[in-house]
């Protein structure tokens, strides 16, 4: 979504590098790329103005000229506005005190509403919430049942008392949606569920009756909070829509859809500026899974390319299989060979995470990357999988017995080439080499090592520790080995000769000889 405004920002920044001192030439002409690049993502006018205004007054002042990198303040100064932009803090769902939490969902017509509402009611149960999904747009056709399939893929029950209009009866909608929602809110009740989500009808435009509508349902229900489903690849006309309906029903927060577009993104730039009201969630995918919770501070990280970590480190929390993990630890801190096997259950962790593409665009500097990374075929790793599943267990565990016949015989089994085998073998081998290596306390290779841990590679004219024995092949010498070294370590160690460390061996100590105060011998123990 933000792909052209990073892309902008990013190159702006780069022209900063290296300055000592920034002039004020120098701070107008940033302000006036920024303008440029936010004008150009389709963030409305009043916002761009304000926003520009406020880069120029703080990059003119003593935070700036005041510091040991200006380039990089001035990145952290529109960081900070940016974060101010898209609504200062991250803000969550109020919880109600007593009773069921309301929920209702408000927007135009295909902004997304229908399948937010389901994809919400899982993110709310995955938290530990018992959320019901109540079918009030009895407008548009079969928006009953797709809330209800919706329903039904999140495991969240669905009240829907009539079936709305079909495509036979568009102007004779079933039931009225005021009595549905106010009866929907009564059901969760006795049925003890903890939070309701109202799903609402909308329109292709703003008008009176959707408007009254909506303002009705908000009145017979009373919602803990009004959400604002707001489709951001609308550009421009966002703002006047969230203007109308802020003044009809007054939300409480805002809602992107389809953030993993390829539109400019203003709209998200824009709205939670003019109207005030916070974004709370957006939608960055299709699937149900595809939704999370809105921070600023982390969405401005990601305009500016500085990644979002953060939110990876979450994802893997929460996908990552804990079992596993501290098997796969263990392993790491006894040494032992890193396998195939092991390559492919921790490929399998990363599959649940979701799409590579995404976590990678996540990571600090992936626009620099990011063309290489809109050419990756997310299909390379079902190729991979089938590589790996197509080795025997033996092969897997010791890959170094795989031959030219195996290897052909493994890549008729994936339907992959020859050449792909080898190409993974060869990965698989150094990957394995630097496990080893860090195992050993070795560090990255051709990194130093940290302190207390062993270097990434020898210094130069340093002496390297003596190489231990390796055990015999020969079970029976190998067992005399072992034998001998027992007793070694029993007898204990060697005895030390007594005597001085500068070289007087045996003999009594005379402080006598020495050209000392007198009474100084007694501290020395030598004469009584």
């Known amino acids: 979504m933000f792909n052209s405004l990073s892309d902008r920002l990013t190159a702006t920044f780069k022209n900063l590098r290296g300055k000592g001192r920034l002039t004020e030439a120098d701070v107008d002409?940033?302000?006036?790329?920024?303008?440029?690049?936010?004008?150009?993502?389709?963030?409305?006018?009043?916002?761009?103005?304000?926003?520009?205004?406020?880069?120029?007054e703080r990059a003119l002042g003593v935070e700036v000229s005041g510091a040991l990198n200006p380039s990089q303040q001035i990145v952290k100064i529109v960081n900070e506005e940016l974060v101010e932009i898209l609504g200062g803090e991250t803000r969550r769902i109020r919880l109600a005190k007593t009773g069921p939490t309301i929920i209702m969902l408000a927007g135009l017509q295909g902004a997304g509403k229908t399948t937010l509402a389901g994809k919400l009611s899982k993110f709310l149960k995955a938290q530990g919430h018992s959320p019901m999904l109540v079918a009030c747009d009895l407008q548009r056709p079969n928006a009953v049942t797709q809330l209800q399939v919706v329903g039904q893929r999140a495991g969240v029950p669905v009240f829907a008392p009539h079936p709305g209009a079909t495509s036979s009866e568009l102007d004779h909608p079933a039931g009225d949606p005021v009595a549905v929602a106010r009866a929907g809110v009564e059901e969760?009740?006795?049925?003890?569920?903890?939070?309701?989500?109202?799903?609402?009808?909308?329109?292709?435009?703003?008008?009176?009756?959707?408007?009254?509508?909506?303002?009705?349902?908000?009145?017979?229900?009373?919602?803990?909070?009004?959400?604002?489903?707001?489709?951001?690849?609308?550009?421009?006309?966002?703002?006047?829509?969230?203007?109308?309906?802020?003044?009809?029903?007054?939300?409480?927060?805002?809602?992107?859809?389809?953030?993993?577009?390829?539109?400019?993104?203003?709209?998200?730039?824009?709205?939670?500026?003019?109207?005030?009201k916070p974004v709370m969630f957006a939608s960055t995918g299709e699937g149900l899974d595809d939704f999370e919770l809105f921070h600023p501070d982390r969405m401005a990280s990601r305009i500016l390319d500085m990644g979002d970590v953060l939110t990876l480190i979450e994802q893997a929390e929460k996908s990552w299989d804990k079992d596993e993990a501290a098997r796969m630890a263990k392993k790491f801190a006894d040494q032992e060979?890193?396998?195939?096997?092991?390559?492919?259950?921790?490929?399998?962790?990363?599959?649940?995470?979701?799409?590579?593409?995404?976590?990678?665009?996540?990571?600090?500097?992936?626009?620099?990357?990011?063309?290489?990374?809109?050419?990756?075929?997310?299909?390379?790793?079902?190729?991979?999988?089938?590589?790996?599943?197509?080795?025997?267990?033996?092969?897997?565990?010791?890959?170094?017995?795989?031959?030219?016949?195996?290897?052909?015989?493994?890549?008729?089994?994936?339907?992959?080439?020859?050449?792909?085998?080898?190409?993974?073998?060869?990965?698989?081998?150094?990957?394995?080499?630097?496990?080893?290596?860090?195992?050993?306390?070795?560090?990255?290779?051709?990194?130093?090592?940290?302190?207390?841990?062993?270097?990434?590679?020898?210094?130069?004219?340093?002496?390297?520790?003596?190489?231990?024995?390796?055990?015999?092949?020969?079970?029976?010498?190998?067992?005399?080995?072992?034998?001998?070294?027992?007793?070694?370590?029993?007898?204990?160690?060697?005895?030390?000769?007594?005597?001085?460390?500068?070289?007087?061996?045996?003999?009594?100590?005379?402080?006598?000889?020495?050209?000392?105060?007198?009474?100084?011998?007694?501290?020395?123990?030598?004469?009584?």
């Open 337 to 528: 060979d890193f396998t195939l096997e092991d390559f492919l259950a921790q490929m399998q962790q990363i599959r649940n995470m979701g799409s590579m593409k995404k976590m990678l665009m996540m990571m600090p500097g992936a626009q620099n990357i990011r063309q290489q990374l809109e050419q990756f075929d997310e299909r390379e790793i079902d190729r991979v999988e089938a590589i790996v599943r197509s080795m025997t267990p033996h092969e897997r565990v010791a890959p170094k017995i795989i031959n030219g016949s195996r290897r052909a015989r493994i890549a008729r089994g994936s339907g992959v080439h020859v050449s792909e085998v080898n190409g993974l073998l060869e990965r698989f081998a150094q990957a394995q080499k630097m496990m080893k290596k860090m195992a050993a306390g070795g560090g990255m290779p051709g990194m130093p090592g940290m302190p207390g841990m062993g270097g990434g590679g020898a210094r130069k004219g340093a002496k390297s520790a003596p190489k231990k024995k390796a055990r015999s092949g020969n079970p029976a010498k190998a067992a005399q080995e072992l034998k001998d070294a027992e007793a070694r370590r029993a007898a204990g160690p060697k005895a030390v000769p007594t005597g001085a460390a500068f070289g007087q061996q045996g003999g009594e100590f005379d402080p006598s000889q020495l050209n000392l105060p007198k009474g100084f011998d007694k501290f020395l123990g030598g004469s009584k």
């Open 188 to 276: 969760a009740k006795r049925t003890l569920h903890d939070v309701v989500i109202v799903d609402t009808a909308g329109r292709l435009g703003v008008d009176a009756e959707m408007m009254e509508q909506a303002r009705q349902i908000r009145r017979a229900i009373v919602p803990n909070e009004v959400l604002f489903v707001i489709d951001s690849m609308i550009g421009q006309d966002a703002v006047n829509t969230a203007m109308a309906f802020d003044e009809g029903v007054n939300f409480t927060g805002i809602v992107l859809s389809k953030l993993d577009g390829d539109a400019r993104g203003g709209a998200a730039l824009s709205v939670a500026s003019v109207t005030g």
């Open 29 to 56: 002409a940033t302000v006036r790329e920024i303008r440029r690049a936010l004008l150009d993502a389709d963030v409305a006018v009043p916002v761009v103005r304000e926003f520009t205004a406020r880069v120029r």
